[in-house]
């Protein structure tokens, strides 16, 4: 196989006793669209921070396009695009004028600047837009203009940190097809997320908890790692079919979803019934039941409390 393009090894951060990325070994390959999720305080933008240049390693290493993080980040630097998770635009700049900051930062010269500028711009859909002040743009576009500013050197490694946040679905889909379109082109990118259908569409997925990266694969594998089937169960009580269900025999976990419950089951052909009859003997009203295939929310739940049970 080839070189990985980022290479981890033992990298590990702290902030004073708290290990905020314990020992990370992660190898990703040139072209690869990874995703990195995991709950709030996980360390997926520290573990960004670190790749960026932006914080200090406390043991461990690895490099990024061959170079040593510790030693070479000025090397490092100009392959890479960094969009931080809070807005780091410049308020009082338009979005022309915030674009041409970037440019200069990364020393493009001007007569790039002036064929590229342009084509970003018809890219991020803010052509109708340039002379706006970055803060008046909708969530959205300043999303989309810090992800323009970030392409601006055209970098071979994107580093975004939770880009979509806050988005709504049409410009998430939008920003969705920028991404393919720079992952089709050969572009790589280490993305986090919240959002488990963006963790879908990843080449490959890392799910980051407590300073660590828990389990590391293809979207499908990680769904398959899932030991038994699925039931979607709605009743007019999901609390009290809650704890009707976790007292049945097979019944290995019942996640909630606002009104509905998944249920983990040994085998759905076999507990479907007995799932059924135990509801109605609690005089619930089942609106829904039907085995669902299982999907990467309900596989990173699961393996999420399976290690809360270890530690
Ligand atoms: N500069 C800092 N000083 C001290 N602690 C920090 C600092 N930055 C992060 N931490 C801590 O390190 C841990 C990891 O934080 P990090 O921001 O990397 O998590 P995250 O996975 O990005 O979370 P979120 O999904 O909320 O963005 C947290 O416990 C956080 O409080
Ligand atoms: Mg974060």
Not at 63 to 69: E, K, L, M, P
Not at 81 to 95: C, I, P
């Amino acid at each position: 196989m080839a070189k990985p393009i980022i290479a981890l090894t033992d990298l590990t951060r702290k902030f004073k006793e708290l290990t905020a990325l314990n020992r990370i070994t992660l190898a990703i390959q040139q072209g690869e669209l990874f995703g990195l999720v995991g709950p709030d305080g996980a360390g997926k933008t520290t573990l960004l921070r670190t790749l960026a240049g932006l914080l200090t390693i406390s043991e461990g290493g690895g490099t990024v396009s061959g170079f040593d993080i510790k030693k070479e980040s000025e090397r490092i630097k100009p392959k890479l695009g960094y969009m931080a998770q809070e807005f780091s635009l410049y308020e009082k700049l338009s979005v022309l004028e915030n674009l041409r900051f970037f440019a200069e930062m990364y020393d493009v010269p001007p007569e790039i600047q002036a064929e590229r500028i342009p084509d970003l711009l018809e890219f991020a859909g803010l052509s109708e837009f340039t002379n706006r002040r970055a803060a008046h743009l909708s969530g959205g576009m300043k999303k989309k203009l810090a992800l323009a500013s970030t392409l601006v050197h055209r970098p071979p490694i994107l580093l975004l940190d939770e880009p979509t946040t806050g988005v709504d679905p049409v410009s998430r889909r939008e920003f969705w097809n920028i991404l393919t379109d720079l992952h089709l082109k050969g572009t790589t990118i280490l993305i986090s997320t919240p959002y488990m259908d963006e963790a879908d569409r990843c080449s490959r997925v890392g799910l980051m908890y407590q300073g660590e990266i828990a389990i590391c694969d293809t979207p499908a594998v990680i769904r398959n790692k899932l030991e038994g089937e699925f039931i979607k169960i709605v009743t007019d009580d999901w609390q009290t079919a809650r704890r009707v269900l976790l007292k049945l025999p097979g019944v290995l976990e019942v996640q909630s979803y606002g009104e509905a419950l998944h249920v983990l089951v040994d085998s759905s052909k076999k507990r479907q019934k007995e799932l059924t009859k135990a509801l109605e003997q609690n005089d619930l009203t089942i609106n829904e039941i039907r085995t669902s295939p299982p999907r990467m929310e309900e596989a990173f739940i699961s393996i999420i409390r399976k290690m809360d049970q270890v530690i």
